[in-house]
């Protein structure tokens, strides 16, 4: 496989001798978490061998949010921007906080990272006290299907990665706080026909489920995927199920069902854990 370009990767629970805390402690310096996160190419392991989780003190990480909830859909070509927000508590107040996510069994095999644009920058997230112990701070992450979404393996779970420092250089890492789900952008369509058509005679429905390609920067088909073909009719705002088939070995769809009233057909596709659902827009069926 080709690799396209080295990117910074994170490598979870980084050796924090690295770090130096009491050194910086001693010299009166602010200890910079994004000194945790090497770089690293994505076509080889994260070469860190620490523990999962570090901490001195009593910094605590505890809430991160990725994406407001939402899953992170990538299609081919365009960048994928969305916050993570970390939510951090210290008796004597939280410095700086974020996240980032990483790909694989484990941090020593690794095989992608998503990590902030602000990593270089001393204060990495932007941080906002909600009381004198307590500060959430976001960070922006980009997938980008050209980068660091460069192969079709990367869908699916991916682990955050999150780490706080508080005012008094106390600090936690968690290098799997929790995870996220990363998905190729789907597309659905459907043409009905003919149009219009008499009562009781057959109407054939035609679709195709394609998903992005990170490694041809493409769409292609979705095979052998159960999709719902669904009516509504005219003065109606609910679909009802047809029936079920799945995709041919190219993404097609086609069916057949006899017209009674006019209405819209639509294809659904409930979705998968690597790939999000996506709905077909109506196609409208005049029965005379």
């Known amino acids: 496989m080709r690799i396209r370009a080295t990117v910074a990767a994170v490598t979870g629970a980084l050796a924090l001798s690295a770090l130096a805390v009491p050194a910086a402690q001693a010299d009166d310096h602010t200890p910079n978490l994004a000194s945790l996160v090497p770089s690293t190419s994505k076509a080889t392991p994260f070469t860190a061998a620490a523990p999962a989780d570090e901490s001195l003190g009593d910094t605590k990480v505890t809430a991160v949010t990725v994406n407001a909830g939402k899953n992170i859909v990538v299609g081919t070509t365009v960048k994928k921007s969305f916050t993570v927000s970390v939510t951090a508590t210290d008796p004597e107040g939280v410095r700086d906080a974020f996240a980032m996510l990483w790909h694989g069994p484990d ?49 699916g779970t991916w682990k955050v990665w999150a780490a706080a420092v508080g005012n008094d250089d106390d600090y936690v890492i968690r290098e799997a706080y929790k995870t996220a789900k990363v998905q190729r952008a789907s597309k659905l369509t459907v043409n009905a026909s003919p149009e219009p058509v008499k009562k009781g005679k057959t109407i054939t429905v035609t ?73 077909a827009t109506g196609d409208f069926v005049d029965v005379k």
């Open 107 to 155: 941090t020593d095999n690794a095989d992608g990272a998503i990590v902030p644009e602000t990593l270089d920058d001393t204060q990495v997230g932007k941080c906002t006290d909600s009381r004198a112990t307590t500060a959430t701070c976001k960070v922006t992450l980009i997938a980008d299907p050209k980068d660091n979404i460069y192969r079709n393996l990367l869908a």
């Open 207 to 279: 679709g195709k489920l394609s998903r992005a390609n990170w490694e041809t920067h493409k769409y292609a088909g979705y095979t052998g995927q159960p999709v719902k073909l669904q009516f509504r009719k005219k003065n109606s705002n609910t679909y009802t199920t047809v029936k079920t088939i799945k995709s041919n070995s190219t993404g097609q769809l086609k069916t057949t069902v006899k017209a009674s009233v006019d209405g819209y057909f639509r294809y659904s596709f409930a979705g998968t854990s690597t790939t999000p659902a996506v709905n």
